[in-house]
């Protein structure tokens, strides 16, 4: 007999629920406690097969309706999200562990999202090209690109299935979205809310399963036309070969290690109150995160110290709970990540200052950690955290931090602090990544591009050149 307490979480195939009917299932746990709180039914190959199939007419469908309309009906789920923030919240809250505060922006950031998605989606012209033969028209015409597989991960599961949902939809696609099976239940609730608000059903589908399984088949089938993943470099290359083999256009949003300059000039009591904060965001689970901070020897112990103060004075504990500030990590795995990384660390000649365990008891526990005199050789400089650890190197000059800075093969966010124009502009020009910040480390925002270069990505997500990653050009030449 089943626990009444754990809720069933079904596929969404063609607007109907798809569950049981002998079917795997696998449990989805509360990060903060260790406990099973529901079930999710795996896809089958033939529903993937089916989605697959489904998404071709719900592209055929969807893609006659006016970017006019698709941005009335994205301008309504973005409504539905906002007045129904507190459901979408706690569900985030208790399958990825976050805090309700956490939760709540993401779901209002996603809510704008989608909404400024729908109006750029009336903005994808075409262009006219000046012919160079007479009685003669040439155009460029843009036409989405057709059925989309997206896969989201477990670390912002509103956010990144709303990025993947959105651009798809606005740019006149239909898509199939496979949300990571951790924290499944807000990306269906979010699915049905396109679904109210007159997205056909057929042209947004919702699949759980084995992850391999489902990439594999999705990328194969003949109605695919694009991929859009978001999740590890390692399984980026994975898919990066299989959408080789069959020709598909693809964007990848992979890891990162977000490398901070911190120069002697730099504002060190602001820069330490915004480093803090940004760190410890999502207990550290963010491709953006703050990771390796080269800090000019001049400031470093100041530096050092009253971040370490910062750190210890956070709260740690259950996302529900208001007290919290930084929530358990998302899955037992993590913990072991932070736990080999740091102890690698210290091999390493690296000092802890703070933090460096988890806690007793359930559920998936980190402290906020602080380790200094990281050497380069350990792994923690070389690969990519996703937790809420923070190791610190002292530099002697700005060209000692670039090449520190540039010398993993990621390239997403980069952060520096100065207060030279000379300064900043040497990092721009030096720094190799696809999202610079400069004195800051504000969140992406859905009318800038979010690209990574190198290991970290392929492609852009958000702004103008998001949606155009979801169109083909066509290129037409009309006489007479
Ligand atoms: N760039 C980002 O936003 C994210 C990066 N990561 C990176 O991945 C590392 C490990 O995360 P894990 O979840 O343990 O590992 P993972 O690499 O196995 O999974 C990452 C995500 O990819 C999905 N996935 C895995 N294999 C897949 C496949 N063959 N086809 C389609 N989707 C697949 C998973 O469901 C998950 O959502 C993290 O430490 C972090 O470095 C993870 C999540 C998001
Ligand atoms: O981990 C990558 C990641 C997660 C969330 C976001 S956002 O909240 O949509 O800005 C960006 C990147």
Same mark, same amino acid.
């Given at each position: 007999?089943?626990?009444?307490?754990?809720?069933?979480?079904?596929?969404?195939?063609?607007?109907?629920?798809?569950?049981?009917?002998g079917?795997?299932?696998?449990?989805?746990?509360?990060?903060?406690?260790?406990?099973?709180?529901?079930?999710?039914?795996?896809?089958s190959?033939?529903?993937?097969?089916l989605?697959a199939e489904?998404?071709? !007419?719900?592209?055929?469908?969807?893609?006659?309706r006016?970017?006019?309309?698709?941005?009335?009906?994205?301008?309504?789920?973005?409504?539905?999200?906002?007045s129904?923030?507190?459901?979408?919240?706690?569900?985030?809250?208790?399958?990825?562990? &976050?805090?309700?505060?956490?939760?709540r922006?993401?779901?209002?950031?996603s809510?704008?999202?989608?909404?400024?998605?729908?109006?750029?989606?009336?903005r994808v012209?075409g262009?006219?090209?000046?012919?160079? #033969?007479?009685?003669?028209?040439?155009?460029v015409?843009?036409?989405?690109?057709?059925?989309?597989?997206?896969f989201?991960?477990?670390?912002?599961p509103i956010s990144?299935?709303a990025? &993947?949902?959105? *651009?798809?939809?606005?740019?006149?696609c239909?898509?199939?979205?496979k949300?990571a099976?951790?924290c499944?239940?807000?990306?269906?609730?979010?699915?049905r809310?396109f *679904?109210a608000?007159?997205?056909?059903?057929? +042209?947004l589908q919702?699949?759980?399963?084995h992850?391999a399984?489902?990439s594999?088949?999705?990328? +194969?089938?003949?109605?695919?036309?694009?991929?859009?993943?978001t999740?590890s470099?390692?399984?980026?290359? *994975?898919?990066?070969?299989?959408?080789?083999?069959?020709l598909?256009?693809?964007? #990848?949003?992979?890891?990162?290690h977000?490398?901070v300059?911190?120069?002697?000039?730099?504002?060190?009591?602001?820069?330490?109150?915004?480093?803090?904060?940004?760190?410890?965001?999502?207990?550290?689970?963010?491709?953006?995160?703050?990771?390796?901070?080269?800090? *000019?020897?001049?400031? %470093?112990?100041?530096?050092?110290? +009253?971040f370490v103060?910062?750190?210890?004075?956070?709260?740690?504990g259950?996302?529900?709970?208001?007290?919290?500030?930084?929530?358990?990590?998302?899955?037992?795995?993590?913990?072991? +990540?932070?736990?080999e990384?740091?102890?690698?660390?210290?091999?390493?000649?690296?000092?802890?200052?703070?933090g460096g365990?988890?806690?007793s008891?359930?559920?998936?526990?980190?402290?906020p950690?602080?380790?200094?005199?990281v050497?380069?050789e350990a792994?923690?400089?070389?690969?990519?955290?996703?937790?809420?650890?923070? !190791?610190?190197?002292?530099?002697?000059?700005?060209?000692?931090a670039?090449?520190?800075?540039?010398?993993?093969? %990621?390239?997403?966010?980069?952060?520096?602090?100065?207060?030279?124009?000379?300064?900043a502009?040497?990092?721009?020009?030096?720094?190799?990544?696809?999202?610079?910040g400069?004195?800051?480390?504000?969140?992406?925002v859905?009318?800038?591009?979010?690209a990574?270069?190198?290991?970290?990505?392929?492609? !852009?997500?958000?702004?103008?050149?998001?949606?155009?990653?979801?169109?083909?050009?066509?290129?037409?030449?009309?006489?007479g």
């Amino acid at each position: 007999m089943r626990d009444n307490h754990i809720y069933q979480v079904p596929l969404l195939i063609n607007g109907q629920d798809v569950t049981g009917e002998g079917r795997e299932r696998r449990p989805i746990v509360n990060p903060a406690t260790g406990e099973t709180i529901g079930e999710l039914t795996l896809a089958s190959v033939a529903d993937i097969d089916l989605a697959a199939e489904t998404a071709q !007419a719900g592209f055929e469908e969807w893609r006659r309706r006016t970017p006019l309309e698709r941005a009335n009906i994205l301008s309504v789920v973005a409504l539905a999200m906002r007045s129904d923030v507190e459901r979408l919240a706690s569900l985030l809250t208790s399958e990825q562990g &976050k805090t309700l505060k956490e939760a709540r922006g993401e779901v209002l950031g996603s809510a704008d999202l989608v909404q400024w998605l729908g109006e750029e989606g009336k903005r994808v012209y075409g262009r006219v090209v000046p012919s160079r #033969f007479s009685n003669m028209e040439q155009l460029v015409l843009l036409d989405p690109v057709g059925p989309v597989a997206a896969f989201s991960a477990w670390n912002y599961p509103i956010s990144l299935a709303a990025r &993947k949902i959105g *651009h798809a939809l606005a740019a006149g696609c239909s898509v199939v979205i496979k949300p990571a099976e951790e924290c499944p239940s807000a990306v269906l609730a979010l699915a049905r809310m396109f *679904h109210a608000a007159g997205v056909p059903p057929a +042209a947004l589908q919702v699949l759980f399963g084995h992850p391999a399984q489902v990439s594999e088949r999705l990328i +194969a089938s003949p109605h695919i036309r694009k991929i859009t993943f978001t999740g590890s470099t390692s399984v980026g290359r *994975h898919l990066a070969t299989l959408a080789g083999a069959a020709l598909k256009k693809v964007t #990848f949003e992979l890891g990162g290690h977000a490398p901070v300059i911190v120069m002697d000039d730099a504002d060190i009591d602001a820069f330490v109150e915004a480093a803090v904060a940004s760190k410890y965001r999502n207990a550290g689970q963010i491709c953006t995160s703050p990771s390796r901070f080269f800090v *000019h020897e001049r400031v %470093y112990q100041r530096t050092v110290d +009253a971040f370490v103060q910062r750190a210890k004075a956070l709260t740690v504990g259950n996302g529900a709970d208001s007290a919290t500030d930084m929530g358990p990590l998302a899955q037992g795995r993590r913990v072991s +990540a932070m736990e080999e990384l740091t102890h690698d660390a210290l091999t390493h000649g690296g000092r802890i200052l703070t933090g460096g365990a988890g806690r007793s008891g359930a559920g998936y526990f980190w402290q906020p950690t602080v380790l200094a005199d990281v050497s380069a050789e350990a792994r923690l400089m070389r690969e990519e955290p996703f937790g809420p650890v923070a !190791a610190f190197q002292p530099v002697a000059s700005l060209d000692d931090a670039l090449r520190a800075a540039n010398s993993t093969e %990621y390239g997403l966010a980069g952060y520096a602090f100065t207060s030279t124009i000379e300064g900043a502009r040497r990092i721009q020009e030096g720094l190799r990544v696809g999202i610079l910040g400069l004195n800051t480390f504000t969140p992406s925002v859905p009318e800038m591009p979010f690209a990574g270069v190198r290991d970290s990505g392929i492609g !852009a997500a958000m702004g103008y050149e998001g949606l155009m990653e979801h169109m083909n050009v066509k290129a037409v030449f009309r006489a007479g």
